[in-house]
């Protein structure tokens, strides 16, 4: 029994996909006389209903098949006309099969139906070369497409919370927990957990190109982060509270529920800046608390909170600016900093080819998954027709359902495959020697043989799957024209060739998956963003009115796609097989919150960061820049570490005897600090534990961040 499959949302699936197949297949093919249509009536709800994951609820399902309608009719046709010859049908699936999976750029909706898609390309392109059938198949295509839309919306599937109620309902807790700290932190970061993507479904994923669905997915970052910042304060000291940061919070209170309220209904958005009003003023409330005579000066640990409280605030800001962006689609006012929000102002037009342009890199999983499907497609076809297999569009449908993003976890489909099929193949070819040209009989086994083995084979996993639908094809084909038990002969031939050849393909392209690109990009993102450490620093150390800006010279765009792509790679990493997805090792989920830390800090500790109000020289100022410069050696040590170089660890910096850091910047410490212990909590889970606590850390201390 496979783990966590929805047995009544299987049951619904194999229920549509068998009426729409019924209602289509046996009037065309008995009624009309039309085998050719029925053939294709009978594939194209397979095709959408269960090759193709299209997410969502069952009316966002039939409209993406109504929006996909005249894709399949176009790919029926072009392979009806280059099934001319061997190459021309080569050359046709290499550049369908890149092109279709590639579309994964746009989302889980292309994505979802691209496999369904490239079926109406491979069962079109194949021999006897007959244009003059074309208006049968597509006829047979529109029906089964028709009639599976309607399915979907009389039997549906039940519709999930948006993206945007999900944030409303998150921001809803921080509310509270800003309001009034009352929210235990466990709480709070179940909250924000549950806006991890691999906890929405598909459907409702911000993963589109354009404005608003790049501002969710930025808002839900941001309001994870949010939570998890209103998580440690609340375990801070209670003793540490003041009353500039309890009316900061109280802000950031009320800006969380005017989000949330303006995501759920569109109307009443929070007063623009009026948070960041508050900030400033909170900010220069600081400057004249640390301004005054050293007797005077609050204590460090009132500092640390306050520097903790803005930093949340700003998260809160963010989450302001990109809900504007979501609901309204462009800003209402001038988003800031630009890098951050740098696809405010772009066209739609312009968005999609930054993501597209983006991923066209071997760097990208969506790249590598598209060029190792074509290739073995194209293999497929050209070895089904140079060999002249009998039904050779099976050799592909193997390829296309079979092969996986690791050489590891395709063996293993093709393993039980194969079991399922030869067992699914002696079983139907007893049934056609048993039962003979009696096709009164197969019409009859067809509707059931569908039910039961679209609805067991989820459950019982792909051996039951496959052999089942041998079964189907079978009875199928057994109905259109005189078969004998070699029909099962050929289809086992062909599924072995096309388990044979997806093998290949996987082991000599990227055959380990996400798995060593997913080091790549993590190791890269961390080398990029710890560049920006040294610069932010000495922002920090600039006096007050100094006409110096060092932080203007950081760039952060290389950095925000390198996150991008990370986090296409980790995201592949974990949807593939458990056993790579699951096994211990790094933990990537903390590199890219490190990676989202260093990044923030380059942002907010310029505008709202404490500085020195004298020189930037002394032993504190030296700390500080030491400090920076190890933590940028640390971000490039442990990336290196990810990469499995090791690297020795250099002793921390230690501090000025006289001269503690938050004499300097308060805000500068705590950035620092934390960034050492999460560089820490990276290296333990890299290293065995022996070794990963061995050496302090840059900037580690005994007060926890």
């Given at each position: 029994m496979s783990a966590g499959v929805d047995k009544a949302a299987a049951l619904r699936k194999a229920v549509r996909v068998t009426l729409a197949v019924s209602i289509g297949f046996y009037p065309l093919l008995y009624a009309a006389e039309q085998p050719i249509a029925a053939l294709y009536a009978l594939f194209a709800p397979i095709a959408f209903g269960l090759l193709s994951a299209i997410p969502g609820s069952g009316r966002q399902r039939a409209s993406v098949m109504l929006c996909a309608l005249p894709a399949a009719l176009a790919l029926a046709s072009l392979g009806t006309v280059l099934a001319v010859n061997t190459w021309a049908a080569v050359g046709g699936v290499l550049a369908v099969g890149f092109l279709l999976t590639f579309a994964a750029v746009a989302g889980p909706r292309p994505a979802g139906t691209g496999p369904g898609l490239q079926l109406f390309y491979i069962l079109a392109c194949f021999p006897p070369y007959a244009p003059d059938s074309l208006g049968a198949r597509l006829l047979g295509l529109t029906t089964g497409i028709l009639l599976l839309a309607a399915c979907e919306v009389l039997l549906p599937e039940p519709s999930a919370a948006s993206y945007r109620e999900r944030l409303a309902r998150a921001l809803g807790t921080a509310a509270v927990g800003a309001a009034r700290g009352e929210v235990p932190p466990e709480k709070l970061r179940k909250a924000g957990s549950k806006l991890r993507l691999s906890h929405i479904p598909p459907a409702e994923r911000p993963a589109g190109a354009g404005r608003k669905d790049r501002a969710l997915d930025q808002a839900g970052r941001s309001v994870r982060r949010l939570l998890e910042q209103l998580a440690t304060l609340a375990e801070a000291t209670p003793g540490a509270a003041d009353d500039a940061s309890a009316a900061l919070l109280g802000r950031v209170a009320a800006v969380c529920t005017a989000c949330a309220r303006f995501l759920r209904t569109g109307s009443h958005p929070p007063l623009a800046g009026a948070l960041e009003e508050a900030m400033l003023r909170f900010?220069?409330?600081?400057?004249?608390?640390?301004?005054?005579?050293?007797?005077?000066?609050?204590?460090?640990?009132?500092?640390?909170?306050?520097?903790?409280?803005?930093?949340?605030?700003?998260?809160?800001?963010?989450?302001?600016?990109?809900?504007?962006?979501?609901?309204?689609?462009?800003?209402?006012?001038?988003?800031?900093?630009?890098?951050?929000?740098?696809?405010a102002e772009l066209s739609t037009p312009r968005l999609w080819a930054h993501r597209v342009l983006g991923n066209m890199t071997f760097r990208s999983v969506v790249f590598q998954?598209?060029?190792?499907?074509?290739?073995?497609?194209?293999?497929?076809?050209?070895?089904?027709?140079?060999?002249?297999?009998?039904?050779?569009?099976?050799?592909?449908?193997?390829?296309?359902?079979?092969?996986?993003?690791?050489v590891g976890a395709t063996w293993r489909t093709v393993r039980l495959s194969v079991a399922g099929n030869a067992v699914g193949a002696l079983v139907a070819g007893a049934l056609l020697t048993g039962v003979g040209p009696h096709t009164d009989v197969y019409a009859a086994l067809l509707a059931p043989a569908m039910l039961v083995g679209f609805s067991l084979g989820p459950l019982l996993g792909i051996a039951f799957a496959q052999g089942a639908f041998t079964l189907v094809v079978a009875t199928a084909f057994a109905q259109m024209s005189p078969v004998t038990w070699r029909l099962s002969e050929a289809r086992m031939i062909d599924v072995v060739t096309g388990s044979v050849i997806g093998l290949v393909c996987g082991l000599l392209a990227w055959p380990a998956g996400a798995r060593r690109e997913v080091r790549r990009a993590m190791a890269g993102l961390l080398r990029s963003c710890g560049g920006m450490v040294p610069p932010t620093a000495e922002t920090l150390l600039t006096p007050p009115g100094s006409s110096t800006q060092t932080v203007q010279t950081v760039q952060t765009l290389p950095s925000l796609h390198k996150v991008r792509l990370a986090e296409a790679a980790y995201a592949q990493y974990r949807s593939e097989a458990p056993g790579a997805s699951q096994e211990a090792g790094p933990d990537w989920h903390?590199?890219?919150?490190a990676a989202g830390h260093m990044l923030m800090g380059a942002y907010r500790l310029p505008r709202f960061g404490l500085r020195p109000r004298a020189g930037t020289t002394g032993p504190s100022a030296a700390w500080a820049r030491a400090t920076a410069a190890a933590l940028e050696v640390e971000a490039d040590r442990i990336a290196s570490l990810l990469g499995g170089r090791t690297v020795p660890a250099r002793p921390p910096v230690p501090h000025p005897g006289d001269y503690p850091p938050t004499s300097l910047s308060v805000d500068l410490e705590v950035w620092m600090t934390s960034l050492g212990h999460q560089f820490g909590h990276i290296e333990a889970s890299v290293t065995p534990p022996s070794r990963s606590g061995a050496p302090g850390l840059p900037g580690s201390s005994s007060r926890e961040p």
């Open positions: 900010q220069e409330e600081r400057v004249r608390l640390v301004s005054g005579p050293p007797g005077d000066m609050p204590p460090t640990a009132v500092l640390q909170r306050q520097s903790r409280v803005l930093a949340l605030a700003e998260s809160a800001r963010i989450v302001e600016v990109t809900a504007d962006i979501a609901v309204n689609g462009r800003p209402t006012a001038p988003a800031a900093p630009p890098d951050l929000f740098w696809y998954n598209a060029v190792r499907t074509a290739l073995a497609l194209a293999a497929a076809r050209l070895v089904a027709g140079s060999f002249d297999l009998a039904h050779g569009f099976w050799v592909l449908l193997a390829v296309l359902t079979l092969g996986r993003t690791t903390a590199v890219l919150i």
